[in-house]
Protein backbone atom coordinates (compact mmCIF):
# COMPACT_ATOMS: atom_id res chain seq x y z
CA UNK A 1 0.00 0.00 0.00
CA UNK A 2 2.90 2.61 1.02
CA UNK A 3 4.94 1.38 -2.18
CA UNK A 4 6.93 4.08 -3.34
CA UNK A 5 8.89 3.91 -6.55
CA UNK A 6 11.98 6.53 -7.44
CA UNK A 7 11.70 8.28 -10.60
CA UNK A 8 13.54 11.24 -12.43
CA UNK A 9 11.81 14.65 -12.84
CA UNK A 10 12.18 14.82 -16.89
CA UNK A 11 10.22 17.59 -17.23
CA UNK A 12 7.54 20.12 -15.36
CA UNK A 13 4.15 20.71 -16.84
CA UNK A 14 2.88 22.90 -14.54
CA UNK A 15 4.18 24.71 -11.61
CA UNK A 16 0.53 25.80 -10.12
CA UNK A 17 1.31 24.92 -6.06
CA UNK A 18 -1.48 22.83 -6.23
CA UNK A 19 -2.04 21.24 -9.62
CA UNK A 20 1.71 20.98 -9.92
CA UNK A 21 2.41 17.99 -12.43
CA UNK A 22 5.96 16.98 -13.76
CA UNK A 23 6.68 14.18 -16.43
CA UNK A 24 8.56 11.33 -14.10
CA UNK A 25 10.85 8.03 -15.58
CA UNK A 26 10.61 5.11 -14.19
CA UNK A 27 13.11 3.27 -15.79
CA UNK A 28 12.36 4.59 -19.18
CA UNK A 29 8.95 4.69 -18.34
CA UNK A 30 7.17 8.15 -18.15
CA UNK A 31 4.46 9.01 -16.19
CA UNK A 32 2.90 12.63 -15.45
CA UNK A 33 2.48 12.75 -11.55
CA UNK A 34 1.67 15.16 -9.51
CA UNK A 35 4.12 17.49 -7.39
CA UNK A 36 2.29 19.66 -4.93
CA UNK A 37 4.57 17.80 -2.20
CA UNK A 38 7.88 18.71 -3.78
CA UNK A 39 8.05 22.28 -5.39
CA UNK A 40 11.14 23.04 -5.00
CA UNK A 41 12.59 19.65 -7.63
CA UNK A 42 13.80 20.77 -10.67
CA UNK A 43 14.75 17.97 -13.49
CA UNK A 44 17.01 15.25 -13.25
CA UNK A 45 16.24 15.15 -8.97
CA UNK A 46 14.96 11.78 -8.23
CA UNK A 47 11.74 11.95 -6.51
CA UNK A 48 9.94 9.29 -4.51
CA UNK A 49 6.74 8.58 -6.41
CA UNK A 50 3.17 6.97 -4.58
CA UNK A 51 -0.25 7.29 -5.81
CA UNK A 52 0.74 9.23 -8.40
CA UNK A 53 2.24 11.81 -6.15
CA UNK A 54 5.55 12.43 -5.75
CA UNK A 55 5.71 12.71 -1.94
CA UNK A 56 9.58 13.10 -0.97
CA UNK A 57 12.44 14.33 -3.25
CA UNK A 58 15.68 12.22 -2.75
CA UNK A 59 18.81 13.51 -1.28
CA UNK A 60 21.87 12.55 -2.95
CA UNK A 61 24.18 13.97 -0.55
CA UNK A 62 22.43 12.30 2.52
CA UNK A 63 22.64 8.78 0.05
CA UNK A 64 26.41 8.99 0.08
CA UNK A 65 26.89 10.07 3.33
CA UNK A 66 25.10 7.37 4.36
CA UNK A 67 26.96 4.55 2.23
CA UNK A 68 30.22 6.30 3.66
CA UNK A 69 29.03 5.81 6.80
CA UNK A 70 28.18 2.08 6.10
CA UNK A 71 32.26 1.74 4.73
CA UNK A 72 33.78 2.97 7.68
CA UNK A 73 31.77 0.74 9.91
CA UNK A 74 32.58 -1.94 7.79
CA UNK A 75 36.14 -1.76 7.60
CA UNK A 76 36.20 -1.50 11.67
CA UNK A 77 34.07 -5.28 11.58
CA UNK A 78 36.43 -8.62 10.60
CA UNK A 79 33.07 -10.22 10.37
CA UNK A 80 32.10 -8.00 7.39
CA UNK A 81 35.28 -8.71 6.12
CA UNK A 82 35.18 -12.12 6.47
CA UNK A 83 31.65 -11.61 4.62
CA UNK A 84 33.27 -9.97 1.79
CA UNK A 85 36.14 -11.79 1.42
CA UNK A 86 33.79 -14.67 0.88
CA UNK B 1 16.86 1.77 -11.24
CA UNK B 2 18.77 4.03 -9.25
CA UNK B 3 18.44 4.35 -5.71
CA UNK B 4 16.62 0.35 -5.85
CA UNK B 5 19.67 -1.91 -7.41
CA UNK B 6 22.17 -0.78 -5.36
CA UNK B 7 20.15 -1.36 -1.92
CA UNK B 8 19.69 -5.00 -3.32
CA UNK B 9 23.48 -5.51 -4.17
CA UNK B 10 24.46 -9.45 -2.89
CA UNK B 11 27.67 -8.42 -1.44
CA UNK B 12 25.98 -5.36 0.13
CA UNK B 13 23.45 -7.75 1.76
CA UNK B 14 26.42 -10.55 3.08
CA UNK B 15 28.27 -7.90 4.24
CA UNK B 16 25.32 -6.57 6.77
CA UNK B 17 24.14 -10.25 7.71
CA UNK B 18 27.55 -10.86 9.14
CA UNK B 19 27.93 -7.34 11.00
CA UNK B 20 24.55 -8.47 12.35
CA UNK B 21 25.26 -11.55 13.60
CA UNK B 22 28.67 -9.64 15.65
CA UNK B 23 26.90 -7.35 16.91
CA UNK B 24 23.69 -9.11 19.02
CA UNK B 25 24.78 -10.70 21.71
CA UNK B 26 21.52 -11.79 22.47
CA UNK B 27 18.32 -12.55 20.18
CA UNK B 28 16.07 -9.69 20.12
CA UNK B 29 12.44 -9.12 19.29
CA UNK B 30 12.19 -6.12 16.50
CA UNK B 31 8.37 -5.31 15.09
CA UNK B 32 8.42 -4.41 11.86
CA UNK B 33 5.69 -1.72 11.22
CA UNK B 34 4.68 -1.46 7.54
CA UNK B 35 2.93 -4.39 5.38
CA UNK B 36 5.25 -3.60 2.84
CA UNK B 37 8.57 -4.00 4.73
CA UNK B 38 6.76 -7.41 5.56
CA UNK B 39 6.19 -8.70 2.44
CA UNK B 40 9.89 -7.35 1.18
CA UNK B 41 11.07 -9.71 4.42
CA UNK B 42 9.79 -12.45 3.73
CA UNK B 43 10.39 -12.05 -0.40
CA UNK B 44 14.54 -12.17 0.57
CA UNK B 45 14.24 -14.71 3.20
CA UNK B 46 15.74 -12.34 5.76
CA UNK B 47 13.78 -13.33 9.17
CA UNK B 48 15.22 -16.83 8.15
CA UNK B 49 18.91 -15.42 7.64
CA UNK B 50 18.31 -13.35 11.21
CA UNK B 51 16.90 -15.92 13.15
CA UNK B 52 19.60 -16.44 15.59
CA UNK B 53 19.79 -12.18 16.18
CA UNK B 54 16.06 -11.16 16.03
CA UNK B 55 12.82 -12.76 15.92
CA UNK B 56 10.48 -10.69 13.84
CA UNK B 57 7.08 -9.87 14.50
CA UNK B 58 5.27 -8.64 11.87
CA UNK B 59 2.95 -4.94 13.03
CA UNK B 60 -0.54 -3.82 11.81
CA UNK B 61 0.76 -1.91 8.86
CA UNK B 62 -1.12 -2.39 5.96
CA UNK B 63 -3.98 0.24 6.13
CA UNK B 64 -6.09 -2.31 3.84
CA UNK B 65 -6.21 -5.38 6.22
CA UNK B 66 -6.83 -2.41 9.31
CA UNK B 67 -10.01 -1.12 7.02
CA UNK B 68 -13.52 -1.62 9.18
CA UNK B 69 -16.12 -4.03 7.84
CA UNK B 70 -18.64 -1.69 8.33
CA UNK B 71 -16.68 0.95 5.83
CA UNK B 72 -16.54 -2.03 3.27
CA UNK B 73 -19.89 -2.32 3.93
CA UNK B 74 -20.90 1.57 3.01
CA UNK B 75 -19.16 1.44 -0.25
CA UNK B 76 -20.46 -1.91 -1.47
CA UNK B 77 -23.88 0.00 -0.77
CA UNK B 78 -23.25 3.14 -2.44
CA UNK B 79 -22.09 1.28 -5.20
CA UNK B 80 -24.73 -0.35 -5.79
CA UNK B 81 -27.02 3.17 -5.46
CA UNK B 82 -28.14 4.19 -8.66
CA UNK B 83 -25.94 7.02 -10.16
CA UNK B 84 -23.24 6.28 -7.73
CA UNK B 85 -20.14 4.55 -8.94
CA UNK B 86 -17.25 3.82 -5.89
CA UNK B 87 -13.64 4.41 -6.65
CA UNK B 88 -10.53 2.75 -5.27
CA UNK B 89 -7.29 1.30 -5.08
CA UNK B 90 -6.96 -2.63 -6.66
CA UNK B 91 -6.23 -4.23 -2.96
CA UNK B 92 -9.13 -2.67 -1.26
CA UNK B 93 -11.80 -4.31 -4.01
CA UNK B 94 -10.93 -7.60 -2.40
CA UNK B 95 -10.92 -6.85 1.53
CA UNK B 96 -13.62 -9.37 2.49
CA UNK B 97 -16.93 -6.82 4.14
CA UNK B 98 -19.21 -8.55 6.46
CA UNK B 99 -20.49 -10.84 3.58
CA UNK B 100 -18.90 -9.72 0.31
CA UNK B 101 -15.73 -7.89 -0.91
CA UNK B 102 -16.26 -4.85 -3.56
CA UNK B 103 -15.20 -6.89 -6.23
CA UNK B 104 -17.95 -9.28 -5.70
CA UNK B 105 -20.73 -6.63 -5.34
CA UNK B 106 -18.91 -5.67 -8.64
CA UNK B 107 -19.73 -9.54 -10.45
CA UNK B 108 -23.14 -8.71 -9.10
CA UNK B 109 -23.58 -5.57 -10.83
CA UNK B 110 -22.20 -2.80 -8.61
CA UNK B 111 -20.50 0.38 -10.04
CA UNK B 112 -16.73 0.28 -9.02
CA UNK B 113 -14.13 1.80 -10.54
CA UNK B 114 -10.03 0.37 -9.19
CA UNK B 115 -8.20 3.16 -9.67
CA UNK B 116 -3.81 4.21 -9.59
CA UNK B 117 -4.32 7.50 -7.81
CA UNK B 118 -7.05 9.23 -5.67
CA UNK B 119 -6.44 12.38 -8.16
CA UNK B 120 -7.57 9.67 -10.99
CA UNK B 121 -10.97 9.75 -9.25
CA UNK B 122 -11.14 13.51 -9.77
CA UNK B 123 -10.70 13.46 -13.21
CA UNK B 124 -13.37 10.49 -13.58
CA UNK B 125 -15.52 13.12 -11.87
CA UNK B 126 -14.65 15.64 -14.13
CA UNK B 127 -15.22 12.98 -17.00
CA UNK B 128 -18.90 11.82 -15.65
CA UNK B 129 -20.86 15.10 -14.28
CA UNK B 130 -24.03 12.68 -14.13
CA UNK B 131 -22.50 10.28 -11.95
CA UNK B 132 -21.59 10.62 -8.23
CA UNK B 133 -18.10 9.41 -7.75
CA UNK B 134 -16.76 8.45 -4.31
CA UNK B 135 -13.46 7.35 -3.66
CA UNK B 136 -13.14 5.28 -0.68
CA UNK B 137 -9.95 6.71 0.77
CA UNK B 138 -7.60 4.26 2.21
CA UNK B 139 -3.98 4.43 3.53
CA UNK B 140 -1.43 5.66 6.01
CA UNK B 141 0.33 9.22 6.04
CA UNK B 142 2.36 8.07 3.26
CA UNK B 143 -1.37 8.64 1.08
CA UNK B 144 -3.03 11.07 2.73
CA UNK B 145 -1.26 13.56 0.80
CA UNK B 146 -2.94 12.34 -2.50
CA UNK B 147 -6.13 12.09 -0.96
CA UNK B 148 -5.76 15.67 0.27
CA UNK B 149 -4.95 17.32 -3.32
CA UNK B 150 -7.82 15.06 -4.54
CA UNK B 151 -10.22 17.82 -2.34
CA UNK B 152 -8.50 20.53 -2.93
CA UNK B 153 -8.21 19.93 -7.15
CA UNK B 154 -12.09 19.00 -6.89
CA UNK B 155 -12.57 22.27 -4.67
CA UNK B 156 -10.73 24.18 -7.51
CA UNK B 157 -12.43 22.71 -10.45
CA UNK B 158 -16.05 23.16 -8.36
CA UNK B 159 -17.28 19.75 -8.58
CA UNK B 160 -20.15 18.64 -7.17
CA UNK B 161 -20.00 14.85 -7.84
CA UNK B 162 -17.05 13.87 -6.01
CA UNK B 163 -16.70 12.80 -2.38
CA UNK B 164 -14.29 10.58 -0.09
CA UNK B 165 -15.42 7.82 2.26
CA UNK B 166 -12.78 8.38 4.17
CA UNK B 167 -10.78 5.27 5.77
CA UNK B 168 -7.14 6.94 6.40
CA UNK B 169 -4.76 5.65 9.31
CA UNK B 170 -2.44 7.18 11.34
CA UNK B 171 0.56 5.14 12.53
CA UNK B 172 1.81 6.63 16.02
CA UNK B 173 -1.40 5.95 17.65
CA UNK B 174 -1.16 1.88 16.82
CA UNK B 175 2.07 1.88 17.89
CA UNK B 176 1.50 3.78 21.15
CA UNK B 177 -1.71 0.66 21.19
CA UNK B 178 0.60 -2.41 20.64
CA UNK B 179 3.94 -0.79 23.11
CA UNK B 180 1.15 -0.17 25.87
CA UNK B 181 -0.03 -3.33 26.13
CA UNK B 182 0.85 -4.78 29.42
CA UNK B 183 2.09 -8.00 27.27
CA UNK B 184 3.66 -6.17 24.37
CA UNK B 185 7.47 -8.31 24.56
CA UNK B 186 8.77 -6.07 21.72
CA UNK B 187 12.61 -4.69 22.23
CA UNK B 188 12.27 -2.15 19.28
CA UNK B 189 10.44 -0.75 16.17
CA UNK B 190 11.08 -1.10 12.61
CA UNK B 191 9.36 2.53 11.35
CA UNK B 192 7.45 2.87 7.79
CA UNK B 193 10.16 4.64 5.98
CA UNK B 194 7.42 5.88 3.28
CA UNK B 195 5.14 7.07 6.00
CA UNK B 196 8.83 9.10 7.93
CA UNK B 197 8.82 10.90 4.37
CA UNK B 198 6.02 12.73 4.93
CA UNK B 199 6.18 12.42 8.95
CA UNK B 200 9.50 13.04 9.38
CA UNK B 201 11.80 10.65 11.70
CA UNK B 202 11.85 13.23 15.12
CA UNK B 203 7.91 12.71 15.14
CA UNK B 204 9.52 9.56 17.10
CA UNK B 205 11.18 11.30 19.61
CA UNK B 206 8.18 11.53 22.45
CA UNK B 207 7.43 7.64 21.24
CA UNK B 208 10.44 7.00 22.60
CA UNK B 209 10.90 9.02 25.66
CA UNK B 210 8.29 7.46 27.08
CA UNK B 211 7.99 3.65 26.05
CA UNK B 212 12.19 3.59 26.33
CA UNK B 213 11.99 1.55 22.69
CA UNK B 214 14.06 1.98 19.71
CA UNK B 215 12.38 3.32 16.60
CA UNK B 216 15.00 2.21 13.26
CA UNK B 217 13.32 4.37 10.25
CA UNK B 218 13.57 1.91 7.71
CA UNK B 219 13.11 1.50 3.71
CA UNK B 220 11.99 -1.33 1.89
CA UNK B 221 15.02 -3.09 -0.21
CA UNK B 222 16.82 -5.38 1.31
CA UNK B 223 20.06 -3.53 2.18
CA UNK B 224 17.45 -0.90 3.82
CA UNK B 225 15.90 -3.64 5.75
CA UNK B 226 18.65 -4.65 7.23
CA UNK B 227 20.29 -0.80 8.06
CA UNK B 228 17.30 -0.66 10.22
CA UNK B 229 17.59 -4.16 11.49
CA UNK B 230 21.25 -3.18 12.49
CA UNK B 231 20.49 0.61 13.83
CA UNK B 232 17.98 -0.64 16.04
CA UNK B 233 20.14 -3.47 17.17
CA UNK B 234 22.83 -1.02 17.57
CA UNK B 235 21.01 1.12 20.04
CA UNK B 236 19.36 -1.98 21.79
CA UNK B 237 23.16 -3.32 22.72
CA UNK B 238 23.92 -0.35 24.06
CA UNK B 239 20.32 0.00 25.94
CA UNK B 240 19.99 3.79 24.48
CA UNK B 241 16.52 4.07 23.92
CA UNK B 242 16.48 6.94 20.52
CA UNK B 243 15.25 7.58 16.94
CA UNK B 244 17.69 6.32 14.31
CA UNK B 245 17.33 7.00 10.48
CA UNK B 246 18.72 4.08 8.79
CA UNK B 247 16.53 5.52 5.31
CA UNK B 248 18.21 9.50 4.74
CA UNK B 249 17.64 9.82 0.99
CA UNK B 250 14.47 9.45 1.21
CA UNK B 251 13.54 10.71 4.63
CA UNK B 252 14.27 13.80 6.82
CA UNK B 253 14.20 14.82 10.35
CA UNK B 254 11.14 17.07 10.04
CA UNK B 255 9.32 15.31 7.38
CA UNK B 256 7.89 16.60 3.86
CA UNK B 257 6.99 20.11 5.20
CA UNK B 258 4.38 20.94 1.92
CA UNK B 259 2.88 17.73 2.26
CA UNK B 260 2.09 18.41 6.30
CA UNK B 261 0.38 21.60 4.86
CA UNK B 262 -1.73 19.80 2.42
CA UNK B 263 -2.96 17.08 4.89
CA UNK B 264 -3.59 19.88 7.59
CA UNK B 265 -5.43 21.81 5.46
CA UNK B 266 -7.53 19.05 4.57
CA UNK B 267 -7.61 16.77 7.70
CA UNK B 268 -7.76 16.33 11.26
CA UNK B 269 -7.15 13.58 13.50
CA UNK B 270 -9.97 11.40 14.36
CA UNK B 271 -10.61 8.26 16.52
CA UNK B 272 -10.70 5.38 14.21
CA UNK B 273 -12.05 1.52 14.23
CA UNK B 274 -9.06 -0.52 12.66
CA UNK B 275 -10.13 -4.17 11.79
CA UNK B 276 -8.49 -6.70 14.74
CA UNK B 277 -7.51 -3.43 16.87
CA UNK B 278 -11.10 -2.06 18.06
CA UNK B 279 -11.57 1.79 18.57
CA UNK B 280 -7.64 3.37 18.18
CA UNK B 281 -7.53 6.83 20.01
CA UNK B 282 -6.32 9.69 16.87
CA UNK B 283 -6.19 6.40 14.73
CA UNK B 284 -7.47 7.87 11.66
CA UNK B 285 -8.06 11.39 9.95
CA UNK B 286 -11.50 12.46 9.11
CA UNK B 287 -12.46 15.84 6.90
CA UNK B 288 -11.93 19.52 8.56
CA UNK B 289 -15.57 20.52 8.33
CA UNK B 290 -14.20 23.32 6.20
CA UNK B 291 -14.76 20.47 3.54
CA UNK B 292 -17.93 18.59 4.59
CA UNK B 293 -19.12 19.37 1.19
CA UNK B 294 -17.16 16.29 0.19
CA UNK B 295 -17.66 14.12 2.83
CA UNK B 296 -19.72 10.99 0.93
CA UNK B 297 -21.32 10.22 4.63
CA UNK B 298 -22.28 13.36 4.88
CA UNK B 299 -23.66 13.76 1.28
CA UNK B 300 -25.87 9.68 1.23
CA UNK B 301 -25.83 8.82 5.05
CA UNK B 302 -23.65 7.41 7.15
CA UNK B 303 -23.48 3.44 7.57
CA UNK B 304 -25.79 1.30 9.58
CA UNK B 305 -24.43 0.24 13.22
CA UNK B 306 -21.51 -1.99 13.06
CA UNK B 307 -20.66 -5.18 10.72
CA UNK B 308 -18.70 -7.89 12.24
CA UNK B 309 -15.02 -7.86 10.43
CA UNK B 310 -15.58 -10.85 8.15
CA UNK B 311 -15.01 -14.11 9.11
CA UNK B 312 -15.37 -15.29 12.80
CA UNK B 313 -12.69 -18.13 12.83
CA UNK B 314 -9.93 -15.38 11.38
CA UNK B 315 -7.84 -14.53 14.00
CA UNK B 316 -6.55 -11.30 12.41
CA UNK B 317 -6.31 -9.13 15.70
CA UNK B 318 -3.33 -11.55 16.76
CA UNK B 319 -1.83 -11.71 13.89
CA UNK B 320 -2.16 -7.92 13.58
CA UNK B 321 -0.58 -7.55 17.04
CA UNK B 322 2.27 -10.16 16.52
CA UNK B 323 0.58 -12.77 19.17
CA UNK B 324 0.48 -15.29 16.58
CA UNK B 325 2.26 -15.91 12.90
CA UNK B 326 0.17 -16.97 10.59
CA UNK B 327 1.40 -20.21 9.82
CA UNK B 328 -0.05 -21.40 13.40
CA UNK B 329 -3.40 -20.02 12.34
CA UNK B 330 -5.21 -23.49 12.00
CA UNK B 331 -7.11 -22.19 8.44
CA UNK B 332 -4.22 -20.47 6.93
CA UNK B 333 -3.25 -22.03 2.89
CA UNK B 334 -6.18 -24.62 3.82
CA UNK B 335 -9.45 -22.72 4.25
CA UNK B 336 -7.87 -19.50 4.19
CA UNK B 337 -5.70 -18.66 0.95
CA UNK B 338 -5.60 -15.64 -1.42
CA UNK B 339 -7.99 -16.08 -3.79
CA UNK B 340 -10.36 -17.37 -0.62
CA UNK B 341 -9.24 -15.74 2.01
CA UNK B 342 -11.04 -15.59 5.37
CA UNK B 343 -9.56 -11.82 6.64
CA UNK B 344 -8.24 -9.14 6.02
CA UNK B 345 -4.85 -10.06 6.20
CA UNK B 346 -4.63 -12.49 3.38
CA UNK B 347 -5.63 -10.32 1.28
CA UNK B 348 -3.81 -7.44 0.23
CA UNK B 349 -0.49 -8.15 -1.08
CA UNK B 350 1.15 -6.64 1.86
CA UNK B 351 -0.84 -8.83 4.47
CA UNK B 352 1.30 -10.90 6.90
CA UNK B 353 -0.94 -13.99 5.95
CA UNK B 354 -0.15 -12.98 2.40
CA UNK B 355 3.05 -12.66 2.65
CA UNK B 356 3.57 -15.80 4.25
CA UNK B 357 1.34 -17.72 1.94
CA UNK B 358 3.68 -16.39 -1.02
CA UNK B 359 6.79 -16.27 -0.12
CA UNK B 360 7.14 -17.89 3.81
CA UNK B 361 5.89 -21.29 3.89
CA UNK B 362 9.11 -22.96 4.84
CA UNK B 363 8.63 -20.94 8.27
CA UNK B 364 5.79 -23.56 8.90
Redesign the interface.
Known sequence: ????V?G?VVRWIDRDP??GRAEIE??GICREC?M????DAEVDD?V?V????A??R???T??R??QAD?QA??DS????D???A? | ????DEFRDR?AV??????L??AATRRWTIMEV???QTHNLLRYGLPQAIDAQVELIHGP????CVTAAATIDRAISLAQTPGCLVAS?G?MLRVPGSSLSLQQARARGAAVQLV?????AVALAQREPARQVVFLA???E??A??TA?AV??AA?WGLTNFSLLVAHVRVLPAMELIAGDAACRIDGFLA????C??TGANVYEDFVSRHRLPVAVTG?EPVDLL?GLLACVRLLEARRPAVAN?Y?????SEG?R??QA?VEQVFEPCDRTWRGLGTVPGGGLQLRSAWSEFCAERRFGAADGEAADGDSRCPSARVLTGQMRPTQCPYFGRECTPLAPLGAPMV?D?GACSAYYRYGRVYA
Open positions: MCLGPRILFEHACVPYIHAGVISMDEAAQAWWRSPAADAQS | MKYAQAARLATGECGGGCPVFDYSPLDVGFTTPALLQRAGHVTVFDAVRAVSNHAISE
